[in-house]
């Protein structure tokens, strides 16, 4: 292979998924920043629950019956948008929130799935099992959780690894779409010392030493031109994978961090050790989780 990096560009169609509240303005703001960066087709959906799309009760006149909540919502939406709202599509349906999401990115051609937080938790966390990762097992797509208000393209991405191929696919996706001024492979190590070890210390040593081996051969691997190659800075960092991450998230000024997932697995297999889910509780920047396409889609079929 010749070494070239795929060029940068970015997806066409970014989805953002709303519930309306505040703190999705963060979500709405960082989608608005990647849909001019990219140049980008920006869909926007908001899902109704299942009560408030109910019909119309045809026994009361129709000057007395409450706002059509579809309508309201819309207006909302196109409100909240601004001048986005010309050329953003809006779309306003009844039903799950994971499955309509994931069916208009697909029927859209979405490249990219953008949510935000709601009541200072992830957007749905009470369906963290169902909503965020059925959209993980159901899209096609990366979803990018967004933490983070949004004043600027992103300019500092860190890639989490433990050199499986999830993490290599999400690498590449991150280099592809999120170039960056700085970009960072965070691998965090742990391991159990027995107190009755002679020398822990230099065991520490070699634990290291092999981790960063693994960490320049799974550089290696990949088909990296030179300049990328100077540009990726990599951390080999003894401790939990979470609390190496929150630091480095907070000392290096990181405002993405890029996980790899499982095609079809759980939201916590992402194959970052067994600690996923204290990462993304942990890390106080926009997480990007980026699944692995089966061999099916990996073949185009």
Excluded at 27 to 43: F, G, M, P, Y
Excluded at 65 to 72: F, I, K, L
Excluded at 253 to 266: E, Q
């Amino acid at each position: 292979m010749t070494g070239t990096r795929a060029p940068a560009g970015g997806p066409k169609a970014i989805l953002l998924a709303t519930d309306l509240s505040p703190r999705c303005d963060r979500a709405l703001d960082r989608a608005v920043i990647l849909a001019k960066q990219w140049n980008a087709e920006l869909v926007i959906v908001h899902v109704l629950e299942t009560s408030a799309s109910e019909g119309a009760d045809l026994t009361v006149p129709s000057w007395r019956r409450p706002p059509d909540p579809a309508s309201v919502a819309r207006r909302q939406l196109q409100m909240d948008v601004g001048e986005v709202a010309a050329r953003a599509r809006i779309v306003v349906e009844a039903g799950d929130p994971a499955e309509v999401t994931a069916r208009v990115a697909d029927e859209r051609g979405c490249d990219l799935i953008v949510t935000g937080i709601a009541r200072d938790e992830l957007l749905g966390r009470f369906l963290l099992g169902t909503t965020v990762d059925r959209l993980l097992r159901r899209s096609r797509v990366p979803l990018l959780v967004v933490r983070s208000r949004a004043s600027h393209p992103y300019r500092h991405v860190a890639v989490a690894t433990d050199f499986s191929e999830p993490s290599r696919h999400a690498l590449e996706v991150a280099l592809r779409d999120f170039p960056g001024d700085a970009f960072s492979l965070f691998h965090a190590y742990d391991m159990r010392v027995s107190p009755l070890m002679d020398d822990a210390k230099a065991y520490r040593g070699q634990m290291q030493e092999a981790a960063r081996q693994k960490a320049a051969a799974f550089l290696a691997s990949m088909d990296l031109d030179a300049a990328t190659r100077t540009q990726v800075r990599t951390f080999v960092e003894f401790g939990e994978p979470a609390t190496v991450l929150r630091q480095g998230v907070k000392d290096l000024g990181v405002d993405l961090i890029v996980l790899g997932t499982h095609g079809r697995g759980a939201l916590l297999e992402v194959l970052v050790g067994s600690v996923a889910k204290d990462i993304l509780d942990q890390v106080p920047c926009d997480a990007l989780l980026v699944r692995t396409p089966d061999r099916a889609e990996a073949q185009g079929g």
